[in-house]
Each structure stands twice: as structure tokens, then as C-alpha cells.
Nanobody, 117 residues
Framework: QVQLVESGGGLVQAGASLRLSCAASGRTFSSYVGAWYRQAPGKEREFVAA????????NYADFVKGRFTISRDNAKNTVYLQMNSLKPEDTAVYYC??????????WGQGTQVTVSS
């Protein structure tokens, strides 16, 4: 049983930073991709960033480049999302996902990030 548990969300002011964590368990993830998505009220879930568990290679949505950094700790089976210079439009529920064959297959329960202006 794969389980993804996110943490680190909260309420911050614009310009602040947060670090989200996603602890994965239940199988070996070394051949998969860890990712973060987000969903704002009334909007569809959108891709934020992804990282190869094996190589560490990462890619980002254009709207977070230069502000967010995804990383992973293989020993802890954990993926992180460091979010700097947060904006009110970053307010959303952030979901951790594991991609298998390029498709999101496993999801966490989500963590709320609220950025006030």
C-alpha cells in the first residue's frame, strides 16, 4: 500500500517562504518521479514541479521557475518543495504525487498553502 503524507503548509504573508514535505512509503520509488501539483478553488489541478527519484533531474512550471525548488532525500523517501517569494496567487491545496510511466498514479491528501497580500 503506497502512502504519501504531505506536511508544511500554512498561512503566510506575500514574500514569505514555506517548505513542503512529502514522505512516501509502501514500495521502492527509485525508478519513479516525485512531483508536486496544486489546486486553487474553482480551478483544475495543475503541475508545479517534478523530480526524478534516481537522477535528481527536475523540471518546473513556468510560473514557479526561480522561486520554487524541488528536491528529494532518497534515504528518507521524501520529496520537498521549497517555496520562496510566495504570492497570493500561489494560494492552493498542494498535492504530492508519484508518477509511474509519466502519469500521476499515487497522491497524497494535500496540504493547504494560503498567501495573504
Amino acid at each position: 500500500q503506497v502512502q504519501l503524507v504531505e506536511s508544511g503548509g500554512g498561512l503566510v504573508q506575500a514574500g514569505a517562504s514555506l517548505r513542503l514535505s512529502c514522505a512516501a512509503s509502501g514500495r521502492t520509488f527509485s525508478s519513479y518521479v516525485g512531483a508536486w501539483y496544486r489546486q486553487a478553488p474553482g480551478k483544475e489541478r495543475e503541475f508545479v514541479a517534478a523530480i526524478s527519484w534516481s537522477s535528481g533531474g527536475a523540471n518546473y512550471a513556468d510560473f514557479v521557475k526561480g522561486r520554487f525548488t524541488i528536491s528529494r532525500d532518497n534515504a528518507k523517501n521524501t520529496v520537498y518543495l521549497q517555496m520562496n517569494s510566495l504570492k497570493p496567487e500561489d494560494t492552493a491545496v498542494y498535492y504530492c504525487g508519484v508518477l509511474v510511466g509519466g502519469r500521476p498514479t499515487y497522491w497524497g491528501q494535500g496540504t493547504q498553502v494560503t498567501v495573504s497580500s
